[in-house]
């Protein structure tokens, strides 16, 4: 079953590719690692659950956010490698931001990690590290890094 | 001389290997790199070192929670690999909570790659970032992520 | 054009080696990849662009200040390995400390990632990760941790 059609039987889509807001590369492949830059909960251009977790943004919506954010890690590798190239994803980083109280980082997590074991299968299998920041760009919740590795 | 006995000349030992906190792995083997998720100071299932670096966690603590996150390192790698097959280690992440006006970061950091070193040798010679993040799972004071090179 | 020359075009030069602040490598090379811990804005030992973003450091400011991070990372290259045995950057983590209302960090992250694609060419090309750290040793502004494959 292909990548689109297994995110279709989970109602998901890929969303549109973003574009750098810098002067890196996205998707930057060296030997035979993939390291994918930064990714936030954008859909097609829209920025989306900004705010802090806890305050602005829910538990149940940052479980969304992280999705997004690995729906954006999935198209980027779709566009410039494909997953038949792919060994499968090694560490995914995890950044969030919450108000001091709110201690639900390991559920929100799974939002990607879910979508890469349930999409990818063993592909997507990975460790993962999480920890809260004071800022991110645009006011964002959270942020996702992650390196894969090809054939 | 084998890491047990090492370990007990420092007078140490590996703790019980913690379960993972959410859907991803705790040692992720892809080619020749070996990534271990997240460590905690956790002994045997107990939470340690809670709280924040500079007011409930003194400096000589916060070293002592660094080495046991160090610790929960070695028990993955001995659990799922052994070290017969390690290269060696690459390079660790140190995540750090503290009281703004506390500047000892380096000091703590010391208590992973002390051990590290003094356990492994050429084999524990690593690379380092340290900063310090505003929130982490469970109010930890300290997590430590690290990637590790095989034969 | 070897690389003295190019960051001369630049009005640039390297700077002195930092030393390791704690038990660890500045350069670690495992396989045919390379780690470089984390590197500040320090200038032949002195410390600079201490502080906040938006409060005591510009966003010009910034820029300077990794563009000087990423200075010391070509530094550690050169004197560990030299650019002629690597195969290019890989992906690079900046860190920043700002004030919670500031939002310029891609910007600030040009600095290092300008240097990098400006000097080293295709070699230079990269992925990166942004976020905004509660605390950096020594109260510096920004930080930057970097890998890169070797031939």
């Not at 802090?52 to 729906?71: F, H, I, P, W």
Request: proline letters at 3%; charged letters at 20%; one cysteine or more.
């Amino acid at each position: 079953m292909d990548l689109k059609t297994k995110l279709n039987k989970l109602d998901l889509d890929l969303p549109e590719v973003s574009i750098p807001g810098g002067n890196y590369t996205s998707v930057n492949i060296r030997g035979n690692v993939a390291y994918v830059a930064i990714q936030f909960p954008i859909h097609n251009g829209e920025f989306q659950y900004q705010g802090r977790l806890g305050d602005q943004v829910s538990t149940e919506n940052g479980y969304k956010a992280m999705q997004l954010c690995g729906l954006n890690v999935l198209a980027q590798i779709a566009n410039k490698i494909g997953f038949d190239q792919v060994l499968g994803l090694n560490h995914i980083d995890i950044y969030y931001r919450a108000v001091s109280q709110w201690d639900e980082s390991p559920k929100v997590a799974n939002g990607a990690s879910d979508l890469f074991v349930n999409v990818l299968e063993e592909k997507g299998t990975h460790s993962r590290a999480i920890f809260g920041v004071e800022n991110l760009p645009r006011n964002f919740s959270v942020g996702l890094t992650s390196s894969w590795t090809l054939f």
